[in-house]
């Protein structure tokens, strides 16, 4: 199994830009969810599904907007990326949801807006 | 709101010594304890998982328990060796409701 993947593993944008950060898992997870990470902060929840057609909002999910039409694809759209943006992006997949189970985690994205 | 503590922020140690992580949740009714590990520019590694009925899990030289009366977690390493080093992250959550996470202990061990 490949677990949890992520593309890409690096980017820059420029303010204005928009883009889609990949996810993908093989482990037939029902839960998706992404984080980003920023110095001192820790991760924050910023939009997860707990299932294919099911989508909510996490902590921080303004500018960011999220889809998921199979069980193992959970892109994160950035709509008009802002400096603010510019952070480290986790995508993480569980059996099932919230904190009623492990959770697994890809190598993430670093993302750099300009 | 739920907001998660780790003490130290960063820890230096020389190779072989003992060592004690903490984590404290404001809300003590944690559901499932998850102590992770992150090394620099890398995911998340997951080290251990504290369910709902259980006090501790031990992996090799690994050790967490969870005190639900009180919402705090202990990461015990025995024998650290430099290979130990890494950022090591807590994560809990009442059932039902999504995991937060800890900022995180930055652990260095010196051979």
């Known amino acids: 199994n490949a677990g949890v993947t992520q593309t890409p593993k690096f980017q820059v944008l420029k303010t204005g830009q928009s883009m889609t950060l990949q996810c993908a898992q093989d482990m037939n997870h029902e839960y998706m969810s992404w984080y980003r990470q920023d110095p001192g902060m820790g991760l924050r929840l910023i939009h997860y599904s707990v299932g294919a057609g099911i989508t909510d909002q996490g902590e921080v999910p303004n500018g960011y907007n999220v889809s998921r039409s199979t069980t193992e694809d959970f892109p994160l759209r950035l709509l008009s990326a802002a400096p603010s943006q510019t952070s480290v992006y986790f995508c993480a997949s569980s059996y099932g949801g919230g904190s009623d189970y492990e959770q697994y985690f890809g190598p993430g994205t670093r993302l750099t807006v300009t | 709101k739920q907001e998660v503590t780790q003490i130290p922020a960063a820890l230096s140690v020389p190779e072989g010594e003992n060592l004690v992580l903490n984590c404290s949740f404001t809300d003590s009714a944690i559901y499932n304890l998850q102590w992770f590990r992150q090394d620099p520019g890398k995911g998340l590694t997951s080290l251990l998982l504290?369910?709902?009925?259980?006090r501790e899990q031990t992996s090799g030289r690994l050790n967490a328990s969870l005190d639900k009366s009180s919402g705090r977690s202990t990461l015990y390493i025995a024998a650290s060796q430099p290979g130990d080093s890494a950022t090591y992250l807590c994560?809990?959550?009442?059932?039902?409701?999504?995991?937060?996470f800890g900022p995180g202990t930055r652990l260095s061990v010196l051979p």
């Open positions: 994560a809990g959550g009442r059932y039902g409701q999504n995991f937060v």
């Open positions: 504290i369910q709902s009925s259980q």
